[in-house]
């Protein structure tokens, strides 16, 4: 067996056996395989996408490329462990929020998460934004916080699925992050090697998503929830709009500032929906054999865990274990801001049809707020504050958005981009709806 052979396989449109992605997998891991090959490789399933059975094992290999973990023996007997996953999207900052949630409910939230990827920002870098705060923790340490405070977020380390770790940096690179098989193994793969009983993975569909299409969207909910079951483990998936993007705020710190305001009660309406929705569903999965809990009665842990300040506190004291500066999450105007602030105004009068997230987190990497290639540093002051959304009436000079820039140079490089994300139009125009279905179980 020989990597070009299974590149060139592939390349044809050959469906590749479970041992020559194993070989593939384990030779790219251990550095036998290079990074030329893994990224023509990448390239070449993403033209010709992969069989369930190829995912599968793709999967499979992936999360045995390192060490698995099981951290039942962290917590106490009959702990469910409950993780959860977004694919991607822009001004994706619901962990910031649902772990504190769903760890002041009583249920310990241990998570690995990522850094930004293409037009798409990452856990990693927003919580980075908070001074001190370190996603590098050793296993004990991992074990100790979860046991100690019950929410951990680290980053994925060196030895957990570091195939993944590998292919991810190389296909953000490479154009070769949006392909369904790749992208199902990837999560997929990590939620298994992390040890987690139950998943709620948040599958983004829209413009400002790898899924575009509810079809596609649809399709990779079903895969992952198959992958999962079949490797044992309990799986809901929720599909949810990313038209438009998430919140107000796209960009590091001020995500992490609209988070803090989320955890007060006090983030904007669809992202507030979105935490309560996936936070329920979290406790829901994360319900002890032997007992029950209605979905009503999970919505109601969750309101009372933001009312009385008990998620804050929980996102405060795990900012403070992994070194963060914990003042920080009480005064978060003292987060990274940026020095230049340039408002965008409506041309006209009208309602706005369409914000383009995809544009709009483009505009923000372009800003310095996500990277071009491997290893680039994050501006973490950088973004753009979306103030008006789809359906609401704006008149000529409204403020559409306002661009958080590092000159003013910066702020007018990327002026017309994002003034050309927005439509605004006569003409009603519903609000987006934010969640748009839900798989639960495998089909097919
Ligand atoms: N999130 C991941 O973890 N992997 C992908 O490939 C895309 C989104």
Not at 67 to 92: A, R
Request: hydrophobic letters at 45%; a negative charge.
């Amino acid at each position: 067996m020989n990597a070009v052979d299974i590149i060139v396989k592939k390349r044809d449109g050959g469906e590749l056996s479970p041992a020559e992605i194993d070989f593939f997998i384990q030779g790219f891991t251990q550095g036998t395989i290079p990074d030329y090959q893994a990224a023509a490789w990448a390239m070449a399933v993403y033209f010709q996408g992969m069989s369930d059975a190829e995912t599968t094992a793709l999967t499979q290999a992936m999360a045995e490329s390192g060490e698995q973990l099981d951290l039942h023996d962290s917590l106490p007997p009959g702990t469910v462990i409950v993780d959860k996953h977004s694919s991607g999207g822009v001004g994706d900052k619901t962990t910031l929020a649902v772990g504190p949630v769903v760890a002041a409910c009583g249920l310990p939230v241990g998570k690995m998460s990522g850094r930004g990827l293409s037009f798409t920002g990452g856990t990693i870098d927003k919580l980075e934004s908070i001074t001190g705060w370190s996603p590098e923790l050793s296993e004990a340490q991992f074990r100790r916080q979860l046991r100690a405070i019950g929410l951990v977020i680290a980053g994925q380390t060196a030895d957990l699925a570091p195939a993944d770790k590998a292919l991810y940096a190389l296909r953000d690179v490479t154009g070769t992050v949006p392909s369904l098989p790749l992208i199902a193994s990837s999560i997929m793969s990590k939620k298994l090697a992390a040890g987690a009983d139950a998943i709620v993975l948040d599958v983004k569909c829209g413009h400002g998503a790898f899924m575009e299409t509810l079809k596609e969207a649809n399709a990779l909910a079903k895969l992952m929830v198959a992958i999962g079951t079949r490797a044992g483990r309990k799986v809901v998936a929720l599909i949810t709009q990313m038209e438009q993007p998430l919140g107000n705020a796209v960009g590091n710190a001020l995500e992490v500032e609209e988070a803090i305001a989320s955890l007060h009660g006090q983030g904007p309406a669809d992202f507030q929906t979105l935490v309560e929705q996936v936070a329920t569903e979290m406790l829901l999965l994360g319900t002890p054999q032997g007992t029950t809990l209605d979905a009503d009665t999970a919505r109601e842990q969750v309101r009372h865990a933001i009312t009385s300040g008990a998620a804050l506190a929980k996102f405060r004291a795990f900012v403070v274990a992994q070194g963060g500066d914990g003042a920080l999450v009480d005064e978060p105007a003292r987060l990274p801001h940026a020095p230049v602030q340039v408002e965008v105004p409506a041309a006209a009068a009208g309602v706005v049809q369409a914000v383009d997230s995809r544009a709009i987190g483009l505009a923000v990497v372009a800003l310095g707020g996500g990277r071009h290639k491997k290893g680039d540093p994050i501006d973490y002051g950088v973004g753009v504050i979306v103030h008006a959304k789809v359906g609401d009436a704006v008149e000529a000079g409204t403020p559409l958005c306002t661009i958080h820039a590092a000159s003013r140079e910066a702020a007018h490089d990327v002026m017309e981009q994002i003034i050309g994300a927005y439509t605004v139009a006569d003409g009603a125009r519903e609000p987006l709806p934010i969640v748009y279905g839900r798989v639960a179980e495998a089909q097919g």
